[in-house]
């Protein structure tokens, strides 16, 4: 497992934990938390670890290994994703060019270089399994399904600004945005969630993981998070997948696939649930959805620089360096000021990031605030 | 097709229409309807027709024939089983032997037989396939798995009157119980959704279709009649099968399947839609719902009592005899007064049948409406 620490890591192992001989874990990859990825080493006693500080660590037994060699190993059959940004990408295309099943639950990796995962995956006939839970359950609904597909229906918690007027958007502070009302996660993702970037993301990726033109891929808000996504079909009929808002439950498909195993949260109470409720999206006020959908069908590398943008944005919003509606004119800039590269390689993607996060980086020189329709925190900071 | 001037015989044809090549019709069969089916020979053509008056038939060139020859005729792959009462129970069976596909939608045919029919699919490797919506809506949510699963939940309207105190469902009318919400359906079906007597023989349909134990069959009130069915699985996901409330839908895809086709109906407008429902059922105000448990579980020729019963109380109280309320009390009575016959065969579960209808007709002389808990329409009767 690569990014053992973070929030799908920790849950993964708690998974990996609950389903006991069913699962081995021979790795673990872990960036700055040497504190955490030390205990999880001491419980789990994977041969190899990955650490960015393996001499601060205590490691038992376990080996310090790179993250190619991990991935690699003969003693892998699976290999879960788990890390954030783009250090997930490259571990992918070697996994899956090495014949390991691909648990991926790093959004970029698809995003970025969906068509040399998705054709790595069909040249070693190598199973790329989504973990988000919206991708699993999209993925549940067409198990078994031959075609006959009209539309997908990813829903969206909505994030907490939903009902938000465009002057309200404006004022949103990182504490407001980093309260998610029902799922907990990072930093990154909830304010990705409250931009609705994060359902734009998504809408990249479903186009890669079910080839499904972005056209008759739709967003339900839905703010219950029970319904985790739907699939509409040809003759009328719709297929969704329900469950609690839990990560442990995609994971935990995504590790016994294909078989069920008896998970270890209560099943839904429909004695409390009672209503489900759904509302259209507003494109308008979360301009993100757009340019994920546009950065997407136009590719190259433009999805490569909205992600570089948009990392960039969220940090620089985090820092109180510019207001929340800035994310979006952030990441637009970004895209319009790019110079795609047709049929990107590994490298071409890495340097378009590379010069997304520079330019966006930058945001004061380009003077983008002193345009009408600046938010009015970054207008008080210039 | 056998019932075609029925209900679901009509929709069926309309969908046959619509799917045009892709269907032959060979052969149609109806009781009465004389005028309706005229009608249907002359635009569909049939080689073979079935029907009680056929001296007073215009049919064309199509040859009138037997029942059993149509469902064993060479030229025939699929046979539709849209008959109601205990009429499409030979039939199937014997289709079913005879290697033909069978799409059932004659609920009586699994409650009264289910062990012969199951056991007749088995043996000769002939697919069984449900129409009801609830019954398609499970086995969609099931295409594909293997195993796993925790319980099959069956939704329900709930029926006009699932707000009502015990005290208002005694007053109710024909005129207010053949008024159903949502589905329009045949009287006695109607009737059976009021009671929630429709959802009790489901309940048992499913338990021979899916092979799944009693207790592990619940009911979820549903008045939007949008989810039709939900499994959910041990690892605590639930899939659901969402549609219009439209018998074309799973009559669509039993005639298309294992492909789906272009339907005719608009897709679920969620513009619209916004919210859905549900509710836990109250067995007691719907004691039919526990009759049928209790009949399904025992098993033998009980569960043919109670498609008899059923069918003489509910005319009873559609020809004003006796009120809502005293429905489940002439099937109750009847069951109790049953000597069931372990293992029966065909003939043994008609002769129960039989019985059954002989014993509620004769209400009256069982005195049943003088002990406490009478209605009061029967009361004044007496």
């Given at each position: 497992?690569?990014?053992?620490?973070?929030?799908?890591?920790?849950?993964?192992?708690?998974?990996?934990?609950?389903?006991?001989?069913?699962?081995?874990?021979?790795?673990?990859?872990?960036?700055?938390?040497?504190?955490?990825?030390?205990?999880?080493?001491?419980?789990?006693?994977?041969?190899?670890?990955?650490?960015?500080?393996?001499?601060?660590?205590?490691?038992?037994?376990?080996?310090?290994?790179?993250?190619?060699?991990?991935?690699?190993?003969?003693?892998?059959?699976?290999?879960?994703?788990?890390?954030?940004?783009?250090?997930?990408?490259?571990?992918?295309?070697?996994?899956?060019?090495?014949?390991?099943?691909?648990?991926?639950?790093?959004?970029?990796?698809?995003?970025?270089?969906?068509?040399?995962?998705?054709?790595?995956?069909?040249?070693?006939?190598?199973?790329?399994?989504?973990?988000?839970?919206?991708?699993?359950?999209?993925?549940?609904?067409?198990?078994?399904?031959?075609?006959?597909?009209?539309?997908?229906?990813?829903?969206?918690?909505?994030?907490?600004?939903?009902?938000?007027?465009?002057?309200?958007?404006?004022?949103?502070?990182?504490?407001?945005?980093?309260?998610?009302?029902?799922?907990?996660?990072?930093?990154?993702?909830?304010?990705?969630?409250?931009?609705?970037?994060?359902?734009?993301?998504?809408?990249?990726?479903?186009?890669?993981?079910?080839?499904?033109?972005?056209?008759?891929?739709?967003?339900?808000?839905?703010?219950?998070?029970?319904?985790?996504?739907?699939?509409?079909?040809?003759?009328?009929?719709?297929?969704?997948?329900?469950?609690?808002?839990?990560?442990?439950?995609?994971?935990?498909?995504?590790?016994?696939?294909?078989?069920?195993?008896?998970?270890?949260?209560?099943?839904?109470?429909?004695?409390?649930?009672?209503?489900?409720?759904?509302?259209?999206?507003?494109?308008?006020?979360?301009?993100?959805?757009?340019?994920?959908?546009?950065?997407?069908?136009?590719?190259?590398?433009l999805p490569a620089v909205l992600c570089g943008a948009d990392e960039v944005a969220v940090s620089l919003?985090?820092?109180?360096?510019?207001?929340?509606?800035?994310?979006?004119?952030?990441?637009?800039?970004?895209?319009?000021?790019?110079?795609?590269?047709?049929?990107?390689?590994?490298?071409?993607?890495?340097?378009?990031?590379?010069?997304?996060?520079?330019?966006?980086?930058?945001?004061?020189?380009?003077?983008?605030?002193?345009?009408?329709?600046?938010?009015?925190?970054?207008?008080?900071?210039?």
């Amino acid at each position: 497992m690569l990014g053992s620490t973070g929030s799908i890591g920790t849950r993964t192992l708690e998974v990996a934990r609950h389903l006991g001989n069913h699962v081995q874990v021979v790795a673990l990859a872990a960036g700055h938390n040497t504190t955490l990825l030390s205990h999880q080493i001491s419980e789990f006693h994977p041969r190899l670890y990955y650490s960015l500080h393996p001499d601060a660590m205590e490691a038992g037994g376990s080996i310090s290994a790179s993250l190619l060699d991990i991935v690699t190993d003969e003693a892998v059959d699976t290999v879960v994703i788990a890390t954030s940004g783009n250090a997930g990408l490259e571990p992918t295309l070697v996994a899956l060019r090495n014949g390991k099943t691909v648990l991926l639950a790093n959004k970029e990796v698809l995003v970025m270089a969906g068509a040399l995962v998705m054709a790595a995956s069909r040249e070693s006939g190598s199973l790329l399994v989504p973990v988000d839970s919206e991708h699993s359950a999209l993925w549940q609904c067409l198990r078994g399904e031959s075609g006959g597909v009209r539309r997908l229906l990813l829903t969206a918690s909505g994030g907490p600004f939903h009902h938000y007027s465009g002057e309200q958007l404006i004022n949103i502070t990182p504490d407001m945005a980093l309260a998610h009302p029902v799922w907990s996660m990072g930093q990154k993702v909830t304010i990705d969630s409250a931009t609705l970037m994060n359902k734009g993301l998504e809408v990249i990726e479903a186009r890669w993981l079910f080839d499904t033109p972005f056209e008759r891929i739709d967003i339900l808000v839905h703010p219950d998070c029970i319904v985790h996504s739907l699939v509409e079909f040809v003759d009328g009929t719709i297929k969704a997948q329900l469950s609690q808002p839990d990560m442990a439950l995609p994971i935990q498909y995504a590790l016994s696939y294909p078989d069920r195993m008896e998970g270890f949260l209560p099943p839904l109470d429909w004695d409390t649930i009672r209503t489900l409720t759904f509302e259209p999206v507003d494109d308008k006020r979360f301009p993100c959805l757009q340019l994920a959908r546009d950065a997407g069908e136009a590719g190259m590398t433009l999805p490569a620089v909205l992600c570089g943008a948009d990392e960039v944005a969220v940090s620089l919003f985090l820092q109180g360096q510019i207001g929340f509606a800035d994310i979006s004119t952030v990441i637009g800039r970004t895209i319009e000021a790019h110079q795609p590269v047709a049929n990107p390689d590994l490298s071409q993607i890495f340097e378009a990031d590379d010069w997304a996060r520079r330019f966006a980086t930058d945001y004061r020189t380009h003077r983008w605030f002193t345009s009408p329709g600046i938010s009015k925190t970054a207008q008080e900071e210039e």
